[in-house]
């Protein structure tokens, strides 16, 4: 089986984590909930800091969550998430997407959120997922799509944060604009009972601009993306300042309007 050979564009600096710990099983897995029965097994790949994890753990009060992820080092955060909340049927491990180290129908759910745009190969990956799933279980994916993210006032500065991030994400081995392919890559991957939807997350008041925009002025500039951008030859560091500066200029301005697009999909295994 393949292994990773994409390299994750935004790293685990602070202004990185300050998104992710907001994500909730709620806002990031809505899709999915439905589907949910107190005794399941799922596994969370890319479970990054572990909202997402900790909430799906308390879904499944007589079942057990496995949280992944392949890097080693934000799993310590995921861990303290699940102590603090008093979680004990939730475990944590490395794992690459593409080689999973577990038997063939072992989940009963396996979900990935925000993970297949940073994967080398999201076919391979989708086929592992099908692999581990039970007969009658689920593998649900959500991704953004950042070709389809749209934000009022028009700023020439967002414009070319949109271009310089999609081409880094394209040199480290990913697809930016996962959300619109998923169905496809299910497809291909062999899948033949897939729903598809899609959701928004949306930042339109005062502190959803400051927050939205300061995170991706902060991540323009000190993240692992901007020594990703700067050493493949896409920016020099006065572009980036200038790419962070606009990101504020427009959480400034009152009438600022920011809608991220996903897309989901929720495939059933054969029973």
Not at 72 to 80: D, S
Not at 156 to 178: F, H, I, Q, S, T
Not at 220 to 246: F, I, N, P, W
Not at 252 to 269: M, T, Y
Request: hydrophobic share 40%; glycine share 8%; net charge negative.
């Amino acid at each position: 089986m393949s292994k990773e050979t994409a390299v994750y564009t935004h790293g685990h600096h602070e202004s990185v984590l300050r998104s992710h710990t907001w994500r909730t099983a709620v806002n990031s897995a809505a899709y999915l909930l439905p589907s949910l029965k107190p005794h399941m097994r799922i596994l969370d790949i890319g479970c990054g800091p572990g909202t997402i994890t900790a909430d799906l753990a308390e879904l499944v009060p007589d079942g057990h969550v496995t949280a992944v992820d392949h890097a080693p080092g934000i799993l310590e955060r995921a861990r303290a998430t699940a102590t603090e909340r008093g979680l004990d049927n939730v475990e944590f491990a490395v794992a690459d997407v593409h080689a999973l180290e577990y038997p063939d129908d072992t989940f009963c759910v396996v979900h990935a959120h925000q993970v297949l745009q940073h994967v080398g190969d999201p076919v391979q990956a989708l086929r592992e997922m099908h692999r581990v799933t039970k007969p009658g279980g689920f593998v649900a994916v959500r991704d953004s799509d950042y070709a389809a993210m749209t934000w009022y006032p028009l700023s020439r500065g967002m414009d070319d944060w949109l271009d310089l991030y999609r081409r880094v994400a394209r040199a480290n081995g990913g697809e930016p604009d996962a959300g619109r392919r998923l169905k496809s890559w299910a497809l291909t991957a062999g899948f033949t009972d897939i729903t598809s939807s899609s959701s928004t997350w949306c930042y339109a008041t005062a502190e959803e601009r400051a927050w939205w925009s300061g995170l991706w002025a902060d991540r323009t500039v000190a993240s692992a993306y901007a020594d990703r951008a700067t050493e493949g030859g896409h920016a020099t560091a006065e572009r980036l300042d200038a790419v962070s500066e606009a990101w504020r200029e427009w959480g400034r301005q009152e009438d600022a309007w920011f809608s991220v697009l996903h897309g989901e999909i929720l495939c059933r295994k054969p029973a």
